[in-house]
């Protein structure tokens, strides 16, 4: 499955789930370093990304559009 705009959904949903979802045909791509964001993220550790590129891949990025 993709997203609206073809980018992965990465991060936290509600309370304390969280996602890594919508990486379409480039699963095998994302799929490790996704993956090893979301296991930081857990433990503490720091991220493999910038913080700019992980928001642009959180699933906020729609809860904003849909309030315009």
Known sequence: CTSPDRLPIVG???GRLLCCVAMGSRGFSWAHLLAE???SRLVGAPM???R???EGLS???F???RKR
């Open 59 to 61: 699933a906020a990025r």
């Open 63 to 65: 809860e904003t559009d």
């Open 37 to 39: 964001c979301l296991a």
């Open 52 to 54: 700019s590129s992980l």
């Open 12 to 14: 936290q949903l509600a």
């Open 48 to 50: 493999p990304l910038e």
